[in-house]
């Protein structure tokens, strides 16, 4: 078997639904050699077709593979009604801006504005995050239903989430508290926590038309932002946001 058929029958796994897949998932599902399955894999992952959950162990489609997918997907109408909010955003603060939506339990970023003052950590199209321990996170996840957010979490508070940096929830339950407090508060905000240094400010609009979600956020450098500074940003961020939710007649905008 050469390389690419390897690589074509790993990629047919995930075409067929598998959102991850272990070692051993690969290996009894393509009939390989233990020895095969791990060096396919692991050349997978060194050119960015695979990336591997550092906790889990599983494979999942890479980056590489989600931006040459999203730059062969035109727009749709909600992300280009995103953009001019993004690009309002950006260009009003001089922030960088994300334009994200939701994957399972990760973030992954659709669309990027550097701004005038882009933070030193950038994130490009592809990017994917745990979304428990960010603002575009839990603004996404506050748009779920209850019974959309157990199918992804469960039901039991006490089950125990990989730690994603300081401050981060550590149990569905945790997390459910800081969703229920980013929707009643319409906009996520999380400063030093996923990612030291780094702070962002974050909502979400979801299309009824057609279920569509997607988050919008500013990030900064955390010790140049102080209260007054995150507050003005959250305020800018919801404005625009609201805005595009009641040309979406967006329920969660309207009320």
Not at 188 to 214: F, S, Y
């Amino acid at each position: 078997m050469s390389i690419l058929d390897g690589v074509q029958r790993v990629l047919s796994l995930y075409a067929e639904g598998a959102a991850e897949l272990s070692f051993t998932d690969v290996a009894q599902r393509l009939s390989l050699p233990k020895s095969s399955a791990s060096r396919l894999l692991n050349q997978m992952q060194h050119y960015g077709m695979l990336d591997q959950d550092a906790t889990t162990r599983r494979y999942r489609p890479g980056a590489l593979l989600s931006q040459a997918v999203r730059a062969g997907m035109a727009a749709t109408p909600l992300d280009e009604a995103c953009r001019k909010v993004l690009t309002r955003l950006s260009e009003d603060s001089g922030l960088t801006a994300y334009l994200s939506t939701l994957n399972q339990r990760e973030t992954v970023v659709l669309q990027r504005l550097n701004g005038s003052h882009p933070v030193q950590v950038l994130a490009p199209p592809g990017s994917r995050r745990a979304a428990s321990g960010t603002a575009m996170g839990r603004a996404l996840l506050s748009r779920l239903t209850q019974a959309e957010f157990d199918a992804l979490y469960g039901v039991d508070p006490a089950q125990a989430l990989p730690m994603e940096g300081k401050d981060c929830p550590a149990t569905v339950g945790e997390l459910a508290q800081r969703v229920a407090q980013t929707r009643a508060d319409r906009c996520g905000v999380a400063i030093d926590q996923a990612m030291p240094g780094i702070g962002a400010v974050a909502a979400a609009v979801r299309d009824p038309a057609n279920g569509e979600l997607r988050g919008l956020c500013l990030s900064f450098v955390s010790f140049q932002a102080d209260a007054a500074r995150v507050a003005t940003l959250r305020a800018s961020l919801m404005q625009q946001v609201a805005a595009l939710g009641r040309e979406l007649n967006d329920p969660f905008w309207l009320a």
